[in-house]
């Protein structure tokens, strides 16, 4: 029988870790992104390379150094704090690092498409670097901002080696979509898969159809 409780608890939780996630990368990863495509500096470089490392890095690497940072005998251990891993923040910082190109490289490349010239331009005007950004480079750079944002969440919403890792199957604390599709299907409740990995397919098929939508209504508009 279809335990829609679980369900809709996993459903709580993965929606829950991808807004938080998606927020705090546009937090972070915004003047991070920034900063990318004005530097050209080798330090600069090395961070990049650092940013875009969990796209070809196995999850379960990162997943496991993460384990190891965030638990007893890491960080937080050395600073005597509890552990983090096996718990929602725990949680949040995987998805963050892991996250990290999907939200950085969209908005960085956009930031790099705006170029030097409406910067120009505005400080001619009398407008201050803060001005520039706020009220220049981000509204010239908002498809990257809608592209990395959607990327994000979904990406978040997908994650499965990483979480697994760090987080476990704690059921309210732990347990997002992706974990207990693994979990239903190593109990053979195959039912309970089919539904939840159903409905990750059409989100997935949604997203790419909203992300095809929106850039070109982008690209339509754009003088």
Known sequence: MIDTGDIFSALTLTLELAIVTTLVLLVLGTPLAWWLARSRS???DMVGTLVALPLVMPPTVLGFYLLIGLGPSGLGG???LRSLAFSFPGLVIGSVVYSLPFVVQPIRGAFEAVGDRPLE???TLRASPLDRFFTVAVPLARSGFLTGT????????????VVLMIGGNI???TRVLSIAIFDYVEQLRFADAHIVAGGMLVFSFLVILAMS???????EVRP
Request: charged share 15%; hydrophobic share 50%.
């Open 78 to 80: 050395a600073f005597g």
């Open 171 to 173: 059921p309210g604390e």
């Open 121 to 123: 331009v505005a400080a």
């Open 213 to 219: 939508r929106i850039g070109r209504r982008i690209g």
């Open 42 to 44: 080798l330090v600069s």
């Open 150 to 161: 959607v990327l994000g969440f979904a990406h978040t919403v997908g994650e499965f080696g």
